[in-house]
């Protein structure tokens, strides 16, 4: 409680100023170096070969590299807070620095408030940049098109039975392209599904209140499985029910876009699409990124705290294991990120709990390096 009292009726002082100025310095530089080692391997690579083969000018090639930036950004700021924080920290008790100060009364805790400080902010500004400028650069990049093929959807009865099935062979954001309706019959049989009919059509569009077939050859199915007539019709109309037209198309759109061309708010509106047409693989999958997005922006608190911690060490002890341990939570942060996304859309372990789990170790290693150090 004193502590958030402390940081409730906090002000800069000269030596916050101080502190604050050596962690944003070196953060910065921390910043600069991920982004060049992320993006060099394989993105730089790629775009120079493009230039070389005249495949791309040397503006668009300058566009390309500007719009990679924002989707490193939204990683590289809690990297950067983590070292930025951990070098300041272990070159001010190098120097013996934070003895002294320790040894005047101020406690760890309260050298460490501005750079928590500074933590909450790069927290917004990694919340912004995953929000908005990475759907933003993901965009101009092209990478939501929204195109694709093969695109299956089940339309049920109201007692969830099946009552058609739309499989779609190929579509843009304004063209459905070869469309099969199969129309399930209404008698129930143990062994088998039955079809009433079954149509085909080359184009659909995508009406306010329907998907309208064109040229569609419908094919009458009897009992017993045979057909029994043909019939073409200029116009078929399916998914007629309200505001149903439109979030199929949707739907379908965006089973080919990557997370990150979504902000929060599109991420939201797409699961519950997901979850109305109960894709739940998917449904989980995008429930754990949306959660992801929201504690993403508090590991910058976490980090700062921690690159603290690990920085603080007596003037002659072993610099290496704070360094290492940092590098390693890092990599363990991001490699595993995946698979608990799989965890999730498997639905293994709930959405929430496979997006909060690193932040919930992160915690515990807190509470862990103070009773360690003794701080």
């Known amino acids: 409680m004193e502590f958030v009292n402390k940081i409730k009726n906090f002000k800069l002082s000269l030596l916050d100023k101080f502190v604050l100025s050596?962690?944003?310095?070196?953060?910065?530089?921390?910043?600069?170096?991920?982004?060049?080692?992320?993006?060099?391997p394989e993105t730089?690579?790629?775009?120079i070969k493009k230039v070389?083969?005249?495949?791309?000018?040397?503006?668009?090639a300058f566009k390309l590299l500007i719009f990679e930036i924002p989707k490193v950004l939204a990683k590289a700021i809690p990297v950067g807070i983590l070292l930025g924080s951990l070098f300041t920290f272990d070159r001010l008790s190098k120097n013996s620095e934070l003895s002294i100060l320790r040894g005047i009364g101020l406690s760890f805790y309260r050298i460490m408030l501005p750079v928590i400080?500074?933590?909450?902010?790069?927290?917004?500004?990694?919340?912004?940049?995953?929000d908005r400028l990475v759907p933003f650069a993901s965009?101009?990049?092209?990478?939501?098109?929204?195109?694709?093929?093969?695109?299956?959807?089940?339309?049920?009865?109201?007692?969830?039975?099946?009552?058609?099935?739309?499989?779609?062979?190929n579509f843009t954001p304004k063209k459905i392209f070869n469309i099969t309706v199969l129309n399930f019959s209404n008698e129930n049989y143990s062994d088998a599904t039955t079809f009433k009919s079954i149509v085909f059509s080359p184009v659909a569009t995508v009406q306010k209140n329907a998907w309208v077939l064109e040229d569609a050859l419908i094919y009458t199915i009897d009992s017993n499985g045979i057909y029994k007539k043909v019939e073409k019709k200029d116009k078929y109309p399916i998914l007629e029910e309200k505001n149903q037209s439109r979030e199929v198309f949707d739907l379908m759109l965006n089973t080919t876009r990557k997370e990150r061309v979504f902000t929060n708010r599109q991420i939201s509106k797409y699961s519950k699409l997901l979850k109305k047409a109960n894709f739940s693989d998917e449904y989980r999958y995008f429930k754990a990124k949306l959660y992801q997005r929201y504690l993403h922006p508090l590991t910058c608190i976490l980090f700062a705290i921690i690159g603290c911690m690990l920085g603080f060490s007596p003037p002659r002890s072993q610099r290496l294991v704070g360094y290492t341990i940092a590098v390693g939570m890092i990599f363990g942060y991001y490699i595993t990120l995946p698979?608990?996304?799989?965890?999730?859309?498997?639905g293994v372990v709930p959405s929430f709990i496979a997006a909060s789990f690193?932040?919930?170790m992160f915690i515990i290693?807190?509470?862990?390096i103070k009773k360690v150090k003794d701080l």
């Open 44 to 47: 730089l690579f790629k775009i």
């Open 117 to 130: 400080y500074l933590g909450v902010v790069l927290s917004v500004l990694c919340y912004i940049v995953n």
């Open 22 to 40: 050596q962690v944003l310095g070196a953060t910065f530089v921390c910043l600069i170096l991920f982004i060049i080692v992320w993006i060099a």
């Open 52 to 60: 070389l083969n005249d495949h791309i000018s040397i503006y668009t």
């Open 339 to 346: 698979f608990f996304d799989l965890l999730a859309q498997k």
């Open 358 to 360: 690193p932040i919930i």
């Open 365 to 368: 290693s807190i509470f862990i």
């Open 139 to 169: 965009q101009k990049l092209g990478e939501s098109k929204g195109g694709g093929s093969h695109f299956v959807y089940i339309v049920e009865n109201p007692n969830k039975t099946p009552k058609q099935n739309i499989i779609v062979s």
